[in-house]
């Protein structure tokens, strides 16, 4: 495992792309490389601007108008594009995508009076020739006027490296709307070009030598996959009676139904030959469970329930006369015990999953149960509210809170002497499997108004996990993710400002790992990398340095691997910031990257479990934050961050002032600024200082760049 391990698939979602495309390709990916990536959608400004290519194991560049990837990436864009694949990068090309991957786009060549012709060179070139379509008439935008159910020819030859290739079928049906034939591909085999797959029928162009679909492109020290059908459309995504459909469109989606699972073999068979890790299972569509509001005082959650009620946010709605609170983005019902009801989840899901939808008793059940693209902004999240007792084992099977809340109290008790009020996870939202806990927050803000500080959302799954930047990070079973609200008076904004929140939650997750127990906890390997990661040493390494051969400075930085980031959202009404504090970390699953059992197994340690520590690392973010609201970031915060941290005396290039060279001199305790000193000839400090924002600038910690964000 190197520490530079890519975990990122990175789905284009920038002008040109249409959100039918990209919402396919997010939603194939994530089945087929969940956990081991991390699937998401990246813009044109963050391709243009941001590090994305030291994390990034696939760029996908889905279906959509070629000519719109011309106007936003030609130049720059393709530039680092084309570097990014060169170096050991990964591209998907997907229709489109595939044109665009090519040395010249042919398509609709003659029909300039309809306005369909597109003609040009390309400058990513991965594809030694031309890309020619249509391979099969009938195309309009923004129709299915076009699509059919293309028949393909596997060459599986070119997979006889791949792992799994003996289940890839010798022929499948794929979506096909609008794409094209890659031109004499078979007269590029000396380039590094091999074909994946054939048409088998007769096509509406001249292809030259061979019918190639999809071909596999050497490019460097990477590989490029380009396609002109879209393997990535599940027939479960489809609904035959959409419109605009030709008359024969409910049998193209029956024939792909048909060979979905040759599809899926020949879509694995591609990503591994791209080099990523596939699940050896698809993963199913998670489907959301019920939410659990909880208490160490029962009577804190009716006091709850009372103030949303004298609030006026609680309505009546739905059939059956049931309590609903609309938040800006997700509505919730309030659940009372005995009763549920699925009508509202049924009428709020598209037709095409409806049928899918079943009820269904007690807890630890699903909402809504569907394999196919579900909006699940657009579903109704149940809340029951627990005013009398905890939920037992059997409704959070995996989730204890009786455990919680026990190691809660025992980790409170060790600081008596602090001023802390011990507010923080003394509410506990849960859900088994839920969209986001800090978009469950932060993007309701009526709900958020009303919900007391220190109230603490937490998962044992996410299915749309949010992170800064395309610093996305995965979120299966086995990880820790919680979102606390905070509010930190404007008063303080002078002696103990904002931005230091996401330092203090830094801070938390170090010592409540370290604290965790007695015996051996405090000698785990983790680190911080600016401005909001967590690191630990490659397992490989963790026995060694704990033993003391820690190795010099940039040799050990290089070793550390993510284990998990932080996520910090504000906003300013009545006098104070209202904060949501998310945190993602790996405890118990070894995908993505490493987890905090395989350091612990190293050291012979008891494993973590999920509830005690997140009752430690709250206790200690509660007991830093109101030593912070105190004394601000003093010499004393500032020795205890630079302990934790990777970077101290690390040498960087400043991209943001000319591709100046700098050494990493610490933050600034006024306003938490990164502090660099440019660096002159033979390394030797100018005098010049720079001082670079949290929120405007991204750290390339394996390159050693500091890069301007947007």
Same mark, same amino acid.
């Given at each position: 495992?190197?520490?530079?391990?890519?975990?990122?698939?990175l789905?284009y979602?920038?002008?040109g792309?249409?959100?039918?495309?990209?919402?396919?390709?997010?939603?194939?990916?994530?089945?087929?490389?969940?956990?081991?990536?991390?699937?998401?959608?990246?813009?044109?400004?963050?391709?243009?601007r941001?590090?994305?290519p030291?994390t990034?194991?696939l760029l996908v560049?889905?279906?959509?108008?070629?000519?719109?990837?011309?106007?936003?990436?030609n130049?720059?864009?393709?530039?680092?594009?084309k570097?990014?694949?060169?170096t050991?990068?990964?591209y998907?090309?997907?229709?489109?995508?595939g044109?665009?991957g090519?040395?010249?786009?042919?398509f609709?060549?003659?029909?300039v009076r309809?306005?369909?012709?597109?003609?040009?060179?390309?400058?990513l070139g991965?594809?030694?020739g031309?890309?020619?379509?249509?391979?099969?008439?009938?195309?309009? @935008?923004?129709?299915?006027?076009?699509?059919?159910? =293309? #028949?393909?020819?596997? &060459? /599986? +030859?070119?997979f006889a490296? !791949?792992?799994g290739?003996?289940?890839?079928?010798?022929?499948?049906?794929?979506? @096909?709307?609008?794409?094209?034939?890659f031109?004499? =591909? #078979?007269?590029?085999? &000396? /380039? +590094?070009?091999?074909?994946? !797959?054939?048409y088998t029928e007769?096509?509406?162009?001249?292809?030259?030598?061979?019918?190639a679909a999809?071909?596999y492109?050497?490019?460097? #020290?990477g590989?490029?996959?380009?396609t002109?059908?879209?393997?990535?459309?599940s027939?479960?995504?489809?609904?035959?009676?959409?419109?605009?459909?030709?008359?024969?469109y409910?049998?193209v989606?029956?024939?792909?139904?048909?060979?979905?699972?040759p599809?899926?073999?020949?879509?694995?068979?591609?990503?591994?030959?791209?080099g990523?890790?596939?699940?050896?299972?698809?993963?199913?569509?998670?489907?959301l469970?019920?939410?659990?509001?909880?208490?160490?005082q029962?009577s804190?959650?009716?006091?709850?329930?009372?103030?949303?009620?004298?609030?006026?946010?609680?309505?009546?709605?739905?059939?059956?006369?049931?309590?609903?609170?609309?938040?800006?983005?997700?509505?919730f019902?309030?659940e009372?015990?005995?009763?549920?009801?699925?009508?509202?989840?049924?009428?709020?899901?598209?037709?095409?999953?409806?049928?899918?939808t079943?009820?269904?008793?007690?807890e630890?059940?699903?909402?809504?149960?569907?394999?196919?693209?579900?909006?699940?902004?657009?579903?109704?999240?149940?809340?029951?509210?627990?005013?009398?007792?905890?939920?037992?084992s059997?409704e959070?099977?995996?989730f204890?809170h009786?455990?919680?809340?026990?190691?809660?109290?025992?980790?409170?008790?060790?600081h008596?002497?602090?001023?802390?009020e011990?507010?923080f996870?003394?509410n506990?939202?849960?859900?088994?499997v839920v969209t986001?806990?800090?978009?469950?927050?932060?993007?309701?803000?009526?709900?958020l108004h009303?919900?007391?500080?220190?109230l603490?959302?937490?998962a044992?799954t996410?299915v749309?996990?949010r992170?800064?930047?395309?610093?996305v990070w995965?979120?299966?079973?086995?990880?820790l993710?919680?979102?606390?609200?905070m509010?930190h008076?404007l008063?303080?904004s002078?002696?103990?400002?904002?931005?230091?929140?996401?330092y203090?939650?830094?801070?938390?997750?170090?010592?409540?790992?370290?604290?965790y127990?007695?015996?051996?906890?405090d000698?785990?390997?983790?680190k911080?990398?600016?401005?909001?990661?967590?690191y630990?040493?490659?397992?490989?390494?963790?026995?060694?340095?704990?033993?003391?051969s820690?190795?010099?400075?940039?040799?050990?930085?290089d070793?550390?691997?993510?284990i998990g980031?932080?996520l910090?959202?504000?906003s300013?009404?009545?006098g104070?910031?209202?904060l949501v504090?998310?945190?993602?970390l790996?405890?118990?699953?070894?995908?993505?990257?490493?987890?905090?059992?395989?350091?612990a197994?190293?050291?012979?340690?008891p494993?973590?479990?999920?509830?005690?520590?997140l009752?430690?690392?709250?206790?200690?973010?509660?007991?830093?934050?109101t030593r912070?609201?105190?004394?601000g970031?003093?010499?004393?915060f500032?020795?205890?961050?630079?302990?934790?941290?990777l970077h101290?005396?690390?040498i960087?290039?400043?991209?943001?002032?000319g591709?100046?060279?700098?050494?990493i001199?610490?933050?600034?305790?006024?306003?938490g600024?990164?502090?660099a000193?440019?660096?002159?000839?033979?390394?030797r400090?100018?005098g010049?200082?720079f001082?670079?924002?949290?929120?405007?600038n991204?750290?390339d910690?394996?390159?050693?760049?500091?890069k301007r964000?947007?």
């Open positions: 495992m190197s520490s530079n391990k890519r975990v990122n698939v789905v979602a920038g002008p792309a249409t959100l039918s495309s990209v919402r396919h390709a997010t939603w194939s990916l994530r089945r087929l490389l969940g956990p081991n990536h991390a699937v998401l959608t990246i813009t044109s400004d963050q391709l243009l941001e590090p994305w030291a990034c194991a560049i889905p279906g959509g108008a070629d000519l719109g990837y011309c106007r936003t990436l130049g720059e864009g393709n530039r680092r594009i570097l990014y694949v060169q050991g990068g990964a998907l090309g997907l229709c489109a995508g044109y665009y090519t040395t010249r786009c042919e609709e060549v003659g029909k309809e306005g369909m012709e597109v003609v040009g060179g390309r400058e991965f594809f030694p031309a890309c020619r379509g249509l391979a099969f008439p009938g195309f309009v @935008y923004h129709s299915e006027a076009g699509a059919r159910a =293309a #028949e393909m020819r596997v &060459g /599986r +030859g070119a490296s !791949a792992a290739a003996g289940t890839v079928a010798e022929t499948f049906r794929s979506y @096909y709307n609008g794409g094209g034939v031109v004499d =591909a #078979e007269k590029y085999r &000396g /380039r +590094g070009v091999e074909v994946l !797959a054939n007769e096509l509406a162009v001249e292809s030259g030598e061979g019918k999809v071909v492109c050497k490019v460097g #020290e590989a490029a996959i380009l002109g059908p879209h393997p990535e459309f027939a479960v995504n489809l609904s035959p009676t959409e419109p605009p459909a030709h008359h024969d409910p049998s989606v029956s024939a792909l139904l048909a060979d979905d699972q599809r899926v073999d020949f879509m694995k068979a591609c990503l591994t030959k791209l990523l890790e596939v699940s050896r299972e698809t993963e199913a569509v998670p489907s469970s019920l939410l659990h509001l909880s208490s160490a029962p804190g959650v009716s006091e709850m329930v009372h103030s949303w009620h004298e609030a006026g946010i609680v309505t009546k709605g739905g059939g059956g006369g049931e309590e609903i609170i609309k938040g800006e983005n997700d509505t019902v309030l009372q015990a005995g009763r549920w009801g699925m009508g509202d989840v049924k009428d709020a899901l598209p037709s095409s999953t409806r049928d899918e079943s009820s269904k008793e007690g630890g059940k699903s909402v809504a149960s569907t394999d196919g693209l579900v909006d699940y902004s657009t579903i109704p999240k149940r809340l029951l509210a627990h005013e009398t007792a905890l939920p037992d059997k959070t099977p995996h204890n009786h455990a919680f809340f026990a190691n809660l109290k025992a980790y409170n008790a060790k008596p002497s602090s001023d802390s011990h507010t996870g003394r506990i939202l849960y859900g088994e986001s806990t800090n978009t469950l927050l932060e993007k309701n803000a009526t709900l009303h919900l007391p500080t220190g603490t959302a937490t044992t996410q749309a996990g992170g800064r930047g395309t610093n995965v979120s299966p079973p086995g990880s993710m919680f979102s606390t609200v509010r008076s008063s303080l002078s002696t103990a400002p904002v931005v230091f929140i996401q203090l939650a830094a801070l938390a997750i170090v010592a409540g790992i370290h604290g127990d007695r015996g051996g906890y000698k785990l390997p983790i911080l990398k600016w401005p909001n990661d967590i630990a040493l490659d397992p490989t390494a963790a026995a060694a340095a704990a033993a003391g820690r190795g010099s400075g940039k040799t050990e930085r070793k550390y691997v993510k980031g932080i910090v959202n504000s300013y009404a009545g104070d910031y209202t504090c998310g945190i993602g790996n405890v118990l699953n070894a995908a993505p990257t490493t987890s905090l059992a395989q350091l197994a190293k050291l012979k340690l494993p973590f479990t999920l509830e005690k520590l009752a430690s690392i709250l206790t200690h973010f509660e007991v830093l934050y912070f609201c105190r004394t970031f003093d010499a004393r500032e020795a205890m961050y630079y302990d934790a941290w101290t005396d690390q960087v290039t400043l991209e943001t002032e591709g100046a060279r700098a050494r001199k610490g933050i600034s305790r006024d306003w600024l990164l502090v000193e440019e660096l002159g000839r033979e390394d400090a100018t010049r200082r001082q670079l924002q949290s929120d405007s991204s750290f910690f394996f390159r050693g760049l500091l964000k947007i």
